[in-house]
C-alpha cells in the first residue's frame, strides 16, 4: 500500500479547487464514492471527508443472501469498503416482498475495494494508493479540468403520484391507525423523469452547494449515480459503541434570524412532532437492543433541535455497545432499515408501505456509507437524494413523511415538497 501525506501549505491549488479536481478526476473511473460532511458541526461527527475509486468491478454478492454475502467480505484481513444496502434488503430481514416499479435498477447490496482513496484533512490530504504511485494520482488529479456545480436543468419532471391521491394515501394511513394496524408510518410518494441525459457529478455538486448537509455524498457504479444529499445518520459503529441518530420533525428555515428561532422553538415544542420522534426512538432503541449487551442502550440526547441549509430538524442520539459474540453484520441485522423511514410497529408498517407506494424504494431509505478495515463503519439514511440510471435515462428521487392519526394530509403534503425543495431547485422545476 503506498501512502503520502500531503500538507495544504504545499498544494499550488486551494483545497477546495483540489477537492473539485479530485471528483472530476475520481468520476473518471467505473466506481467512485465520495464522502463528506460539508464541515457541519455534528453529534458524534458526520461522515469523513473521503473520496474512493477503482477502475475494477464491485465486490461479488450473492443478492438472495446478501448479509452473509457482506459477513464474508468482512472476514479479516479486509481493507476500506465502499457501498450501501437498499431498503428492499428488508425481505432478507424479514417475510416480506416489494412488487412496486422500479426504473433504477440497483442491486440489493453492493461494495467496492477501492484501489486508491484520499483523506481530506483539515491541514492536509493522505492519499492511499494498491497499485500506483501516489505523486501520479496527485498529477493526475492536478492535470483534470475544474468542474462547475451545474446549471438549473429544466428537465421534464413527472410527479407519480398526485395531490388528490396523495391525500386519500394519507386518510387509508390514518384508517389503518384508528384499526390498530399501526401507529406511525412513513408513506413517500416519487418524482421521476425519462430518456434524460445529464453529468451526474455537476448536478450533484449543485445539489450540495444548494443543500450542504453532514452526511453528503455521491456515488457512481458504471452507469448508475447516487447523489446525497442526507442529514440523517443510520449506524456508526466505533469499536463496540453503536450509535444511531433518527430525525424525525421538520420545519421551514427563517427569513430572518429572529423568526428561525421562533420556528425552531414551535418544532421543538410541537406535541405531533415530539410524539412522532419518541415513537421511533423507542423502535431504534429496540432495534438495537438486538445486538448490543443488557443494560447498554440508551438515549444519548433526546429532541435535538439542528439547522441545515434548507430545514431544521429534530434529531435524537441512541447509543448502546455491541455484545462480544455479535459483530457488524448482527448490528446491520437488528436495525434495518432505520425506524424513521417505516414506522411502527416496523413490520407492519413495512406491509402497509408495499401496500400503499407506488414505487419500489430500492436505494431510497436504505443506507449509503464505508466500512473501515478495522470494521468500525458510518451509514447514513439514503434520503434528501437523487438517483439515475443513465443507460436507462431514468431520474429519480422521494420524499415522504411520518403519518399519525393526527395528521393534517395538507400539512403532510406540504412537508414533502418542503423537503424536495433543494432538488426541485437544482433541477429548475
Given at each position: ?56 468491478d464491485v465486490l461479488p454478492v450473492q443478492q438472495e443472501n446478501a448479509f452473509e454475502s457482506l459477513r464474508g467480505l468482512l472476514q479479516p484481513p479486509h481493507g476500506l469498503l465502499c457501498g450501501y444496502l437498499s431498503y428492499d434488503l428488508k425481505n432478507q430481514t424479514e417475510q416480506l416482498s416489494s ?42 488529479i492536478l492535470a483534470t479540468p475544474k468542474p462547475s456545480p451545474a446549471a438549473p436543468q429544466r428537465i421534464n419532471l413527472q410527479q407519480r403520484v398526485s395531490k388528490k391521491r396523495y391525500i386519500a394515501q394519507v386518510e387509508q394511513v390514518r384508517q389503518h391507525i384508528l384499526e390498530g394496524d399501526v ?146 453484520v448482527d448490528a446491520l441485522l437488528g436495525a434495518f432499515p432505520m425506524g424513521s423511514m417505516t414506522g411502527a410497529p416496523k413490520i407492519s408498517a413495512m406491509q402497509l408501505i408495499e401496500e400503499l407506494e407506488d414505487t419500489r424504494r430500492g436505494l431510497y431509505s436504505g443506507a449509503f456509507g464505508y ?59
Amino acid at each position: 500500500m503506498y501512502k503520502k501525506e500531503i500538507q495544504l501549505r504545499d498544494l499550488p491549488i486551494s483545497m477546495d479547487a483540489f477537492r473539485l479536481k479530485a471528483l472530476a478526476w475520481a468520476d473518471g473511473h467505473a466506481l467512485a464514492a465520495y464522502y463528506t460532511c460539508n464541515g457541519i458541526a455534528y453529534p458524534h461527527q458526520g461522515f469523513e471527508d473521503m473520496l474512493a475509486v477503482s477502475k475494477a468491478d464491485v465486490l461479488p454478492v450473492q443478492q438472495e443472501n446478501a448479509f452473509e454475502s457482506l459477513r464474508g467480505l468482512l472476514q479479516p484481513p479486509h481493507g476500506l469498503l465502499c457501498g450501501y444496502l437498499s431498503y428492499d434488503l428488508k425481505n432478507q430481514t424479514e417475510q416480506l416482498s416489494s412488487q412496486n416499479e422500479d426504473g433504477l435498477g440497483f442491486p440489493l447490496l453492493t461494495f467496492f475495494a477501492p484501489e486508491a482513496y484520499l483523506y481530506f484533512n483539515s491541514n492536509s490530504i493522505t492519499v492511499y494508493s494498491l497499485s500506483k504511485n501516489t505523486d501520479t494520482i496527485l498529477a493526475d488529479i492536478l492535470a483534470t479540468p475544474k468542474p462547475s456545480p451545474a446549471a438549473p436543468q429544466r428537465i421534464n419532471l413527472q410527479q407519480r403520484v398526485s395531490k388528490k391521491r396523495y391525500i386519500a394515501q394519507v386518510e387509508q394511513v390514518r384508517q389503518h391507525i384508528l384499526e390498530g394496524d399501526v401507529y406511525e408510518l412513513n408513506y413517500c410518494m416519487e418524482f421521476f423523469a425519462k430518456e434524460v441525459k445529464l453529468e451526474p457529478l455537476p448536478l450533484y455538486l449543485a445539489l450540495n452547494q444548494a443543500s450542504p448537509t453532514p452526511f453528503s455524498g455521491y456515488l457512481k457504479l458504471h452507469d448508475k449515480y447516487l447523489l446525497c444529499a442526507s442529514p440523517e445518520r443510520f449506524l456508526k459503529k466505533e469499536g463496540h459503541k453503536l450509535i444511531s441518530q433518527p430525525i424525525k420533525g421538520t420545519i421551514r428555515r427563517g427569513s430572518t434570524p429572529e423568526e428561525d428561532l421562533q420556528l425552531q422553538h414551535q418544532l421543538r415544542h410541537d406535541e405531533k412532532e415530539l410524539a412522532e420522534n419518541m415513537m421511533i426512538v423507542d423502535l431504534v432503541r429496540n432495534d438495537l437492543s438486538r445486538s448490543c449487551a443488557t443494560g447498554t442502550v440508551r438515549v444519548e440526547e433526546m429532541f435535538g433541535i439542528y439547522g441545515f441549509r434548507q430545514v431544521s430538524q429534530m434529531i435524537s442520539t441512541v447509543v448502546g455497545e455491541l455484545r462480544p459474540e455479535k459483530d457488524l453484520v448482527d448490528a446491520l441485522l437488528g436495525a434495518f432499515p432505520m425506524g424513521s423511514m417505516t414506522g411502527a410497529p416496523k413490520i407492519s408498517a413495512m406491509q402497509l408501505i408495499e401496500e400503499l407506494e407506488d414505487t419500489r424504494r430500492g436505494l431510497y431509505s436504505g443506507a449509503f456509507g464505508y466500512i473501515k478495515p478495522n470494521g468500525d463503519c458510518d451509514f447514513n439514511v439514503v434520503i434528501r437524494s437523487m438517483q439515475y440510471n443513465a443507460s436507462q435515462g431514468y431520474l429519480s428521487f422521494m420524499v415522504g413523511s411520518a403519518i399519525t392519526y393526527d395528521s393534517d394530509p395538507e400539512r403532510e403534503y406540504e412537508e414533502c415538497l418542503l423537503k424536495a425543495k433543494a432538488m426541485l431547485q437544482v433541477l429548475g422545476v
